[in-house]
């Protein structure tokens, strides 16, 4: 398994925008750096797979001329990156994903959408993988081994999503928000834990 070198180059067209590794009291991170005009812009992230979309973000950005997204606070922005990061397996664009939502929600006068896709999926259960969740947790592992991500973020993802398995032994397309809510509940979690449990919940989903 080959591990990335950096700094990392992420390149559209002219537009070049570097990640380098920069670990801070033992832990892993990650900066984002680009220019604008010729002030120099930087951005950190604990994990190299955001670190990568905000490159790509901000390659193509800035690529096309579309500097205004830059101006974003820091919030909004990492929001927007998590977002595109979400995204990537379904192979929908963010703006396109984002006016399916607003319309989903017309449609369903405010429902939740994700529970109609659960009750779809019920109703449909041919349509879907019947995979059980404790093995696409397995998958979802695998595959961040083999993009070289770091042994902390590993652990940190193995500790997260292992016990969340341990409570669904049903195929992922069944669990509800409901479910998934009880599940953090009961797990006594306090402080940033919670939001913590639900990106790494995210990510596998």
Not at 172 to 183: G, P
């Amino acid at each position: 398994m080959s591990k990335p070198k950096f700094p990392m180059v992420v390149k559209r067209v002219h537009t070049a925008v570097k990640i380098y590794r920069t670990p801070t009291n033992g832990c892993d991170s990650y900066t984002v750096v680009h220019y604008v005009g010729e002030k120099r812009q930087r951005k950190t992230f604990a994990d190299l797979d955001l670190a990568v979309t905000e490159a790509e973000v901000t390659a193509n950005k800035l690529s096309t001329g579309e500097l205004d997204v830059l101006t974003l606070t820091s919030q909004d922005r990492l929001a927007s990156v998590r977002a595109v990061e979400a995204l990537k397996p379904t192979g929908v664009h963010l703006e396109m994903a984002a006016l399916q939502f607003a319309e989903a929600v017309k449609v369903m006068d405010g429902g939740s959408i994700l529970e109609s896709a659960r009750f779809y999926a019920k109703q449909n259960p041919h349509r879907f993988p019947r995979k059980l969740l404790p093995e696409v947790v397995e998958e979802l592992f695998a595959a961040k081994q083999t993009d070289g991500m770091s042994a902390v973020y590993l652990k940190d993802l193995r500790g997260r999503l292992g016990r969340f398995a341990q409570a669904f032994k049903i195929t992922i397309a069944m669990v509800t928000t409901a479910e998934i809510e009880d599940v953090l509940r009961s797990l006594g979690l306090s402080g940033r834990s919670p939001n913590n449990y639900r990106r790494a919940i995210a990510t596998l989903f």
